[in-house]
């Protein structure tokens, strides 16, 4: 599918055929990398870094809010994988902007990171499947807040590029990484033009009023307001 229609998707669709109820935690499970807690008093599972398991499980949003600044200050090695569960407990701990904005840096730096290395090799493919299962079992709740307000979301979306552009993930350049052929800096370079295309056709898909009615209509149809936005 096309990323507009992807994102449309996931947008659009409920993550739950029960009654609307808000959605206040996510509760997914990509395996060794996160386990949401059974209930809403325990703690998930985090595996994506020593420097972050700890206070990725914890329930204090100033925790968490501290795993955020640390990232932001040394944000160079930190993998796709790190940014999924970021942006699910920044969720879960009612930061739900900061969630949005983590949800599409993590898909961006992903996307370079695809373009540049060689994930079919054994060494990334679990990289690979794990990302792609964040994005797809986390992402209709995050995309389901982020498209309460879409101007808010298209902002999310450009500051989330932005900062991918302004911190390239420095695996792409580890020589014992196994690349795509040719210059990986060209392959940067691409990749983030591409992204950029896709964000501004996105961005202006949802600024036609006929595209705008579409989503309100639908999302009310789902119920995705009563779970959402709030």
Known sequence: MKPLLVSLALALASA???AAEPVRRIGVYVLPYYAAAADDGGRPQV?????????????????????EKSIRAAPEL???MT??????RLYDVGLRDEAVFWFYAAKDRYATLAAVLDMSHPALAQVAQATRDFAVTAGPDLNGYAFCDLGRQARQRQAALDWVAAHPYRALFIDALPARPG??????????ADLRTQAARE??????PE???RVAATREANQMQDKYCW
């Open 16 to 18: 739950s055929a029960t």
């Open 47 to 67: 595996a994506v870094g020593k420097a972050f398991d700890e206070r990725l499980a914890s329930h204090d949003p100033a925790v968490i809010a501290e795993v």
């Open 78 to 80: 930190v993998t796709p």
């Open 83 to 88: 940014l999924m569960v970021l942006a699910i």
């Open 183 to 192: 210059d990986r800096q060209a392959h940067l370079e691409a990749a983030l």
């Open 203 to 208: 961005r202006d898909a949802l600024a036609t």
């Open 211 to 213: 595209l705008r009615a």
